[in-house]
């Protein structure tokens, strides 16, 4: 039932963007580089099976046409990268003599996920590339694909095979950093830049559009200096932790991802009496989310969780992650310790150690993220600080550490407290950003920011899912 719902709603977030094909102009004629220009000679673009192709060194290329000064427009074509390649597709920019930052604004061609510590390289197709970057594996290497970027007014849409990946509204007098001061929208031709590797671009068309004003939401200039100083720096702005809950289809959770500026991973919870609990369910569900712009998270639930799923189909997930808020006593009550009615914390630092063994087994499963971590019943809430003693920190991030294992940083329950993030970042403990949220209104990212100004922590800190093959499950 729930799959059927997911799938309903998805048909909604396939929407393409319709446009006049007659007053589209082709921008490339398929047989040679006339009205395109190279300022770096010898280029490095040549063309092949009516495709440009640019290959090995860095080079930039420049539509120079009798007209070319675009401003409103949607911009189409066909790609396909050999692997390792990167480039890029600059629009509202001039004929740059092959500087490193040209005018305008560039969209990211990466299809091969580097993962963590790979730098710039996490970022993938799609991307506003240091405005909005784009983490989630969403295309891969050796397939033709299609790639849309419309740009109306002070908005920036991008569709990958028509399905929109990001989108940027430029406030007035926006944040940029020195490198970047020109990427603003203005008007200008259209680019490919090479960074590395092999990419064949066709089919190029530009469809100009009417000067219309879009109808903005209002911007907070605040907001969006804080989002893009953080995508910038590539710092991987990534919520790994959202349900599809109270409401929240994943329509909106997509929407609201966009306009946030924070890439989602949308966790279904799987586990015996929850909505995912064998193989069959698992992959039904990974198949009805197959084309949406997130991340796919696995929330593995209750202790025996490895026995209802093969590593092979929990393995679709990008991620696996759990927590230990559901576990049975050493008196055999199972306890679940959000719900009051269903804990019994009885003497306090008898319940804390008890926690910490749980917590100590529980991180030798094959998972990636410990999430909602450090959370103890509302009872004894209050006396987090106390209760969590230096002894007690350090036995959980030593087991963080030996097992390999993620520590999220939770924005609805606002824990771990800064002392423990500050004690795990000594340890080389890796960070992920999550909500856990109930709905759709409690997507708030406060705590997190909280986190890196107090903690200051940067782009290497943070963990990223690891490749297709190297994953844990993968390894039993
Ligand atoms: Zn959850």
């Given at each position: ?290 084309n949406a712009a997130i991340y796919r998270g696995m929330q593995a639930e209750g202790r025996e969780w490895m026995t209802l799923f093969s590593p092979d189909t929990a393995a679709r997930f990008d991620y696996i992650f759990t927590d230990a808020m559901t576990w049975t006593n ?147």
């Amino acid at each position: 039932m729930k799959i059927k719902i997911l799938t309903t709603v998805l048909a909604f977030c396939l929407f393409s963007i319709s446009f006049s094909q007659e007053k589209s102009i082709s921008l490339f004629n398929g047989k040679d580089l006339k009205n395109w220009l190279s300022p770096v000679v010898p280029s490095v673009f040549t063309i092949e099976d009516n495709a440009i192709v640019s290959q090995g060194k860095s080079g930039a290329l420049f539509f120079n046409g009798k007209d070319k000064q675009f401003q409103n427009f949607v911009l189409s074509c066909d790609i396909k990268t050999q692997p390792e390649a990167i480039a890029e597709i600059i629009f509202h920019t001039d004929l740059s003599k092959g500087q490193e930052i040209p005018k305008g604004y560039s969209i990211r061609i990466q299809n091969t996920y580097k993962g963590a510590n790979s730098g710039e390289n996490i970022k993938l197709t799609g991307s506003i590339d240091r405005i909005r970057n784009v983490y989630f594996p969403f295309i891969k290497d050796q397939q033709w694909f299609n790639l849309k970027i419309s740009v109306l007014d002070k908005e920036i849409k991008v569709f990958l095979n028509n399905i929109q990946v990001a989108s940027y509204t430029e406030p007035s007098n926006p944040w940029r950093p020195e490198d970047l001061k020109n990427r603003l929208l203005s008007s200008g031709t259209v680019g490919i830049r090479n960074i590395q590797g092999k990419v064949s671009i066709k089919n190029i068309q530009l469809i100009p559009q009417k000067n219309e004003l879009v109808a903005q939401t209002s911007i907070d200039r605040e907001y969006d200096k804080k989002i893009t100083q953080l995508h910038a720096a590539n710092f991987p702005l990534i919520d790994f932790h959202v349900h599809l809950k109270g409401g929240l289809t994943l329509e909106d959770a997509v929407i609201i991802s966009q306009n946030k500026g924070i890439n989602y991973g949308i966790a279904a919870n799987c586990g015996l009496r929850f909505p995912v609990t064998n193989n069959g369910e698992l992959n039904a569900y990974m198949n009805s989310i197959e084309n949406a712009a997130i991340y796919r998270g696995m929330q593995a639930e209750g202790r025996e969780w490895m026995t209802l799923f093969s590593p092979d189909t929990a393995a679709r997930f990008d991620y696996i992650f759990t927590d230990a808020m559901t576990w049975t006593n050493n008196k055999g009550f199972r306890m679940r310790l959000w719900i009051k009615e269903e804990t019994e914390v009885g003497d306090p630092n008898m319940f804390m150690d008890e926690l910490v063994s749980k917590i100590e087994q529980i991180l030798k499963e094959p998972i990636d993220i410990y999430v909602n971590p450090t959370f103890i019943p509302e009872e004894i809430a209050a006396r987090y600080n106390e209760l969590w003693t230096t002894e007690r920190m350090d036995r959980v991030i030593n087991a963080l550490v030996k097992n390999d294992v993620a520590l999220e940083i939770n924005a609805r329950y606002k824990i771990p407290g800064i002392e423990f993030i500050k004690k795990a970042k000594q340890a080389g403990v890796k960070f992920s950003f999550g909500t856990n949220n109930l709905g759709k209104d409690d997507l708030n990212y406060d705590y997190c920011f909280e986190v890196l100004d107090e903690v200051g922590l940067t782009a290497s800190d943070m963990w990223m899912p690891r490749k297709q093959g190297t994953k844990k499950i993968q390894k039993l």
